[in-house]
C-alpha cells in the first residue's frame, strides 16, 4: 500500500503527544497531532512538526563508524559490537566489571528505554548506570518524596489556583501549558515564580520576581503566614503529618520583612500569593520546574514547598496535588535479582539518597573518577542519547574524562561533540524507528508507541542491548525476540492486553481517578505520614527540616564575581543540545546569548550583539549579549540557554558545588564576572 497513516506518540521531547504519520511509500511525508487524543487535542508545537526534517536530516550518521589513525572508518555492525564485547570483557578481566559504566541520555525517555540499559548494567555486573538525571527530575522527585512518599501529579484539569515554580511550560511543556491556560479561563489563578519575565508569567495573575534560589525563603515565608492566620487544614495535619510543631517554630523565623529581603519580593506580593493559594486550597497545586533543582540547597526549597500543599490539606485532592495511580507493569531492571549496593556505585556514598531513592550514579562524580581512578577505575562507557560535552557542568574536564576511557562507544544520530571523543559511533534508531509503551499518569493511560519506519543499521535500544548481551553470553537476560515481545511481556498482568492496546489509537485509560487514597493506603514515608521532618536525613547527617540556607553569590567573598547566571531556559525550537542543525528550528531560536537587564547593560556600557567575557571560578567564554527589558530579569542576574556547541555555557558551570542531598551541580545561581569584549 503507497499511502499509510500511522497513529503514534512524538518524543522530539519529553511531553509524548499523540501523533498521525503519513508515509508514502514509506517514506514519511506528513506529521499532525491527532485529533481526538484525550493529551493533547490534536495539537502539536514546532519541534513535533519539525521531525520528518530532523529523521532524514542530511548530516544523520546511518552506519557504524569505528575511529582509526586516519580518522573515522566505516565498519560492519556485528564487527563493531563483537570487537565492543571483546574490549569490554578486556576491562571486566583486568580491573572488574564495574569498571565499565552505561548512560543514558534525556532524548530516548525514561521507563521501559531506561531499564534496558539498567538490566544491562547488572547483567553485566556493574552498579554503575547513569544518566541525566543527575541533573534532572531527581530533585522534584526526592524533594518531594522526603514530604508526601512520592511525586504527586498536579491536576490541572480541575484546579482553581495554581503556583509554578521555576518552571516555564508554554516553552518546556506545551500540554500542561494548555491544561494551565483551560484552567485559568475557567477562573482558576495562576502565579508563576520566576526571577524572569517568560511566556508563563505573561500569563499569570501573580508574577513572583524572586532572586535566583530564594524559593526556599518564600515558601517558608508562605507557611509562616498560612500558620500565623491558621490557613491550614488542622484536621490533615492532625491525623496525617508527623513534624507539625518543628516546622512551625523554624517557619517563624521566616517573617514577611525577612523574606522581602531575601528574596527581593514585596511583602504585600507574598501576602497576596499565600492568600489565593490558602482561600482555594484544596484545589490548589504548586508544580515545580527545573528552575528550582540546580542550586545548592535545592531539596530543602523543594521540601519547604511540598508542605505547602501538604500544610493546606491539597495532597490527593481533586484539582490538588495527587497521589499518582500506576499501571503497574513489571519492571525490567535487575535491582532486586542481581543487587550490587556492595560494588560501591559511583557516587553512592556521597550522595546515599540519590541512590536510595532512584538508583542513579552521579555523572559528576564519574568524571573525577575517570580521572584519577578513584575510588576505582573506570575505564568503559556505553552512552546512548546523550551528549555531556554540552549538557554537564564543567565541560571541559567532561572532554579531559570522557578522554581517558580505554573504550567509549556513543549511541546517535549525530556526531555529536560528545561522540567526537568515542572510538566507536553506533547509530540509533529514533522514536519513529521504534516502540515502546507510554504511561501517562496525568490521565492515567497507557498508549502505543509504534514503529513507523526504519533504517536498516540503526537499531533500537531494546536490539542493541539484546545484541550486545548475545556476544557477551548475556543472552539469557534478554530473552524476548523483539521489542513487541517485550512491550507484550510488560502487559502480560495488566489489565489492558497487547492487542486491545495495537488497536486503540487513543489509547487506553487503566484507572478512573480516586482521590484521598492515603486514608486507606498511608503514605510511603517511613513513618506512614507526610513528614514536615525526615528522620531518614537526619540518619544521614542531613537537615531533618527543610533549612533554607543562603545561596552562594549572596556571600560577601563573591564581589570578586558579582553577577548571579542562571543558564537553560529552555527555547521553542531546541531540546537540550538537540536540533540545532535544523535550519527550519534554528531560525526560531537565536543562538546562545548572555540575557541582561538594560540597567546592567548600561553600567556595563553594552548594547546588545556586543561581545562579552563572562566568567566563573570554573571558566571564560565569549558571547554576545542581549539587553532585555528593565523588568524583564532582575538587576545583577543573567541567564544563558545551555546545548550550544557555538556558545556552551556549562564552560563555565560548576561540578563540583552540589545540593548536598541529591548532588545536583550548581547550573543555576552561579557567581560570575562579565567584561565588555567588542562592540558590535
Ligand atoms: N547549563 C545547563 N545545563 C543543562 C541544563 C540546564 O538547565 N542548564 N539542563 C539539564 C537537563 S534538565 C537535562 S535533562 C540534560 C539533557 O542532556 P542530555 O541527556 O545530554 O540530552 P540531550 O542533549 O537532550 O540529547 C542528547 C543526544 O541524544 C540524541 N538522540 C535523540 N534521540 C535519540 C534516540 O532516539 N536514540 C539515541 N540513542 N539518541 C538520540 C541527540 O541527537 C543528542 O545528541 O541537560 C542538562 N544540562
Ligand atoms: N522546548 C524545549 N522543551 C523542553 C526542553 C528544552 O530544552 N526545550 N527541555 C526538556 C527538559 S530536559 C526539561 S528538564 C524540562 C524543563 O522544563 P522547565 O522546568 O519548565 O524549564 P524552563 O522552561 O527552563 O523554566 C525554568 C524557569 O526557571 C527559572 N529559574 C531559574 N532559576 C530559578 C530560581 O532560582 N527560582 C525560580 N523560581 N525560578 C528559576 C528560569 O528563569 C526559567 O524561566 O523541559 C523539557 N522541555
Ligand atoms: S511538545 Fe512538541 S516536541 Fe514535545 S512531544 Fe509534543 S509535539 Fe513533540
Ligand atoms: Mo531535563
Known amino acids: 500500500m503507497p499511502y499509510e497513516r500511522i497513529n503514534t506518540y512524538c518524543r522530539m521531547c519529553g511531553e509524548q503527544c499523540s501523533i498521525e504519520v503519513f508515509l508514502d511509500t514509506g517514506k514519511i511525508v506528513k506529521i499532525q497531532g491527532q485529533k481526538n487524543h484525550p493529551w493533547n487535542q490534536g495539537t502539536i508545537c514546532v519541534k513535533g512538526l519539525a521531525a520528518m526534517d530532523w529523521i532524514y536530516a542530511p548530516d544523520r550518521i546511518t552506519k557504524p563508524l569505528k575511529k582509526t589513525r586516519q580518522g573515522w572508518k566505516e565498519i560492519p555492525l556485528t564487527t563493531a559490537l563483537s570487537e565492543i564485547a571483546d ?88 500540554v500542561i501549558a494548555q491544561k494551565a491556560a483551560a484552567a485559568r479561563n475557567r477562573g482558576a489563578r495562576l502565579i508563576v515564580i520566576d526571577p524572569m519575565v517568560t511566556e508563563a508569567s505573561r500569563q499569570a495573575d501573580w508574577h513572583v520576581q524572586l532572586k535566583p534560589a530564594t524559593d526556599g525563603a518564600f515558601a517558608l515565608g508562605m507557611i509562616n503566614l498560612i500558620l500565623e492566620k491558621k490557613w491550614y487544614d488542622e484536621e490533615f495535619v492532625k491525623s496525617f503529618t508527623i513534624g507539625f510543631e518543628e516546622l512551625s517554630a523554624y517557619a517563624k523565623e521566616f517573617t514577611p520583612p525577612r523574606v522581602e529581603r531575601e528574596t527581593g519580593v514585596p511583602i504585600s506580593v507574598l501576602w497576596q500569593v499565600t492568600r489565593e493559594f490558602a482561600e482555594h486550597a484544596p484545589q490548589a497545586l504548586n508544580y515545580v520546574g527545573i528552575g528550582l533543582e540546580h542550586h545548592e540547597n535545592s531539596i530543602n526549597n523543594i521540601r519547604a514547598i511540598a508542605s505547602i500543599g501538604a500544610l493546606c490539606g491539597c495532597i490527593d485532592q481533586k484539582g490538588g496535588e495527587l497521589l499518582p495511580q500506576r499501571a503497574g507493569l513489571p519492571s525490567l531492571t535487575l535491582y532486586d535479582e542481581i543487587p550490587l549496593r556492595h560494588l560501591e556505585p559511583i557516587g553512592a556514598q556521597q550522595f546515599p539518597v540519590l541512590y536510595d531513592f532512584r538508583q542513579e550514579c552521579h555523572t559528576m562524580t564519574a568524571m573525577d573518577t575517570m580521572l584519577t581512578g578513584k575510588p576505582y577505575p573506570l575505564k568503559g562507557l556505553i552512552m546512548t542519547a546523550a551528549n555531556p560535552v554540552l549538557t554537564n557542568p564543567n565541560s571541559l574536564k567532561v572532554k579531559q574524562a570522557l578522554g581517558n576511557l580505554e573504550l567509549l562507544v556513543v549511541r546517535d544520530l549525530f556526531m555529536t561533540e560528545t561522540a567526537e571523543l568515542a572510538d566507536y559511533f553506533l547509530p540509533a534508531a529514533s522514536f519513529l524507528e521504534r516502540t515502546e509503551l507510554i504511561v501517562n499518569s496525568h490521565i492515567r493511560q497507557i498508549g502505543l508507541r509504534r514503529k513507523v519506519t526504519d533504517f536498516a543499521l540503526c537499531q533500537s535500544e531494546y536490539d542493541f542491548w539484546k545484541a550486545l548481551a548475545d556476544q557477551l553470553h548475556l543472552q539469557d537476560y534478554f530473552p524476548w525476540k523483539d521489542e513487541v515481545e517485550v512491550n507484550q511481556w510488560l502487559l502480560s498482568q495488566a489489565a489492558i492486553s497487547y492487542d486491545q492496546l495495537a488497536n486503540s489509537p487513543e489509547g487506553i485509560e487503566y484507572s478512573e481517578a480516586e482521590y484521598l487514597k492515603y486514608r486507606t493506603l498511608g503514605f510511603q514515608t517511613p513513618s506512614g505520614k507526610v513528614e514536615f521532618v525526615s528522620s531518614y536525613l537526619r540518619k544521614y547527617g542531613y537537615d531533618e527540616l527543610p533549612i533554607y540556607r543562603q545561596p552562594l553569590y549572596m556571600e560577601e567573598k563573591n564581589q570578586e564575581y558579582p553577577y548571579v547566571l542562571i543558564t537553560g531556559s529552555r527555547r521553542r525550537g531546541t531540546c537540550n543540545s538537540r536540533y540545532h542543525n535544523l535550519p527550519k528550528l534554528k531560525v526560531l531560536t537565536p543562538g546562545p546569548e548572555v540575557e541582561m537587564n538594560t540597567s546592567d547593560a548600561e553600567t556595563l556600557g553594552l548594547r546588545s550583539g556586543d561581545i562579552v567575557q563572562i566568567s566563573s571560578f570554573v571558566g571564560s567564554i565569549e558571547l554576545p549579549v542581549r539587553v532585555l527589558g528593565f523588568s524583564e530579569v532582575l538587576e545583577g542576574t543573567v541567564q544563558i540557554t545551555h546545548g550550544w556547541q557555538e556558545g556552551n555555557v556549562n564552560i563555565i558551570t560548576a561540578d563540583l558545588i552540589n545540593d548536598p542531598i541529591d548532588g545536583f551541580p550548581l547550573l543555576k545561581s552561579l557567581p560570575v564576572k562579565i567584561v565588555k569584549k567588542e562592540t558590535q
Open 87 to 174: 574490549k569490554m570483557n578486556e576491562l571486566k578481566n583486568n580491573y572488574g566489571a564495574r569498571s565499565m559504566g552505561f548512560w543514558k541520555g534525556e532524548a530516548i525517555g525514561f521507563a521501559q528505554q531506561e531499564e534496558y540499559a539498567r538490566r544491562f548494567c547488572h547483567a553485566f555486573g556493574t552498579p554503575n548506570y547513569f544518566s541525566c538525571d543527575s541533573e534532572c527530575f531527581c530533585g522534584h522527585y526526592i524533594g518531594y518524596s522526603l514530604v508526601d512518599g512520592t511525586y504527586p501529579v498536579p491536576d490541572f484539569d480541575n484546579t482553581s489556583c495554581m503556583l509554578l515554580w521555576g518552571t516555564n511550560p508554554p516553552l518546556s511543556r506545551p
